[in-house]
């Protein structure tokens, strides 16, 4: 397999870890995004919609890092990353859900620039919109981990599920934008527990090889 992918991506980060907690190899293919490099028409070739993730398996080519994330979960089900009962199912899909639609999309690179740039906002209003979604979002995670009562040591119970494979790479980015996660115990703990583990660890920015 091929992974196209940048080592601050934080969509990538979550495909880096499903593939590692899996035990699949792969060969990373680095996408500089500040360089534009994903803008450009080698790329577009791979990904129309010139984003990152891009997953290559064999003579097939996948983006979208959930249905990636799906993908690798029903053609290589075992280390298995979505519980079986479908109740726990929607649960761990409600938690993706927040993170890659509530949060990710209003804090990405291309809503960054656009709001700088049409708006007029410095670095401090940037960082305030990226903030601002940050706690909205996170007080979202926090409120439903604690009033389902479904977390332990991980989202969903003792198993790692494509939640915590979503949550993480969002706590990483929260980090470098230097926001308070204090007001998020349960998430956090959460994180420090995942982090402890080889497939998080190896999937982390620090550990890519494009990293600065
Ligand atoms: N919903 C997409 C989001 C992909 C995405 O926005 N990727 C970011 C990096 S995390 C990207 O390529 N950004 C380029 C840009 O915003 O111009 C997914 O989950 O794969």
């Not at 293919?29 to 010139?50: D, S």
């Not at 690179?109 to 996170?138: E, S």
């Not at 926090?142 to 969002?170: F, H, I, K, M, W």
């Not at 115990?185 to 583990?197: E, Q, S, V, Y």
Request: hydrophobic share 40%; net charge neutral.
């Amino acid at each position: 397999m091929q992974l196209y992918t940048y080592f601050r991506s934080s969509a990538s980060f979550r495909v880096r870890i499903a593939l590692n907690f899996k035990g699949l190899g792969y060969e990373p293919v680095l996408v500089n995004l500040p360089k534009g490099e994903h803008q450009a028409e080698g790329y577009r070739a791979v990904n129309v919609q010139a984003l990152v993730p891009t997953l290559v398996d064999g003579d097939r080519r996948l983006v979208q890092s959930l249905a990636i994330l799906e993908y690798l979960e029903e053609r290589y089900p075992a280390p298995a990353l979505l519980p079986r009962d479908p109740f726990d199912r929607a649960y761990v899909r409600a938690l993706c859900g927040i993170v890659a639609c509530e949060i990710h999309p209003l804090n990405n690179l291309r809503t960054l620039k656009h709001i700088r740039r049409t708006y007029g906002l410095d670095d401090a209003g940037v960082n305030a919109w990226y903030r601002h979604w940050i706690a909205d979002g996170f007080a979202m995670i926090e409120s439903y981990l604690v009033s389902e009562g479904r977390s332990g040591r991980y989202c969903l119970g003792d198993a790692v599920t494509l939640a915590d494979c979503c949550l993480v790479p969002q706590v990483f980015n929260a980090q470098r934008y230097e926001c308070d996660l204090a007001p998020y115990p349960t998430a956090m703990r959460i994180f420090d527990a995942c982090m402890r583990l080889p497939a998080f660890d190896a999937a982390q920015p620090s550990r890519q090889p494009d990293a600065a």
